[in-house]
């Protein structure tokens, strides 16, 4: 069964303070990676792990950091969360083939910042 | 830098007719991949269908289908007799051939609206 699931769901946090996201995924996909959808800005890149502790910066990491110590788990972390960062975050995983990859979203996880 | 623009923000039809969506996108690499994305009124993004650009015949998956048209940078997106379910935002995506460390690059979507 192909399927990328995020955790927690839906969040609230008060400003400074640590978020945890988690993600996994069952299809044993190389790469992974973590979205953050705005209105207005639409799907935002963050992070991308090609696999276990080899991560690389999308086009806006600031304030984030990742982790990956297992091949099917990909974790997003603020530390010290800003109201900026209320979003709804979208983890995503894909096989590393050379014909392209095809991005598979888990459910997506809300998060406020109060 | 690649750039996907989708300009329709909203699109309204009837149940069972077609409804075609427009993106159009802009890369300096001869190689790339096109991606289309519905994503749901709970949140859910599901992959809809995909063009590699060398290939010249248009892809098409169930209902739905695309209009490849390579010297336009353009490739829309067609719903076939539509239904209740097909209501969603959809987004178009690309990834560059030589950019594999970019992940896809995403249009700002186009919401359609299937009415009985």
């Known amino acids: 069964d192909m399927k990328v699931t995020q955790m927690p769901r839906y969040l609230i946090k008060r400003m400074g303070e640590n978020v945890l996201l988690e993600c996994g995924q069952d299809m044993s996909h190389e790469t992974m990676y973590w979205y953050r959808q705005d209105p207005g800005l639409g799907l935002q890149l963050i992070y991308i792990s090609y696999d276990v502790d080899s991560n690389s910066e999308g086009d806006i990491p600031k304030g984030y950091r990742v982790s990956r110590k297992k091949r099917e788990h990909f974790s997003l972390i603020l530390d010290s969360a800003k109201t900026n960062q209320t979003s709804v975050y979208f983890c995503?995983?894909?096989?590393?083939?050379?014909?392209?990859?095809?991005?598979?979203f888990g459910e997506g996880s809300r998060l406020i910042v109060v | 830098a690649q750039k996907v623009t989708q300009t329709q923000t909203s699109i309204s039809v009837m149940e069972k007719t077609t409804v075609t969506m427009d993106c159009v996108y802009e890369?300096?690499?001869?190689?790339?991949?096109l991606f289309w994305y519905k994503q749901t009124a709970s949140g859910e993004i599901v992959f809809l269908i995909r063009q590699d650009s060398y290939k010249k015949e248009n892809a098409t998956v169930g209902h739905y289908s695309l209009n490849f048209q390579k010297p336009k940078s353009s490739i829309g997106l067609i719903i076939t007799a539509t239904q209740i379910e097909d209501s969603a935002v959809y987004f178009c995506a690309m990834r560059e051939g030589n950019n594999y460390a970019q992940g896809l690059t995403f249009g700002l979507g186009t919401r359609v609206s299937v009415f009985p």
């Open positions: 890369t300096q690499d001869s190689s790339y991949f």
């Open positions: 995503a995983s894909s096989s590393s083939t050379p014909s392209g990859n095809t991005l598979y």
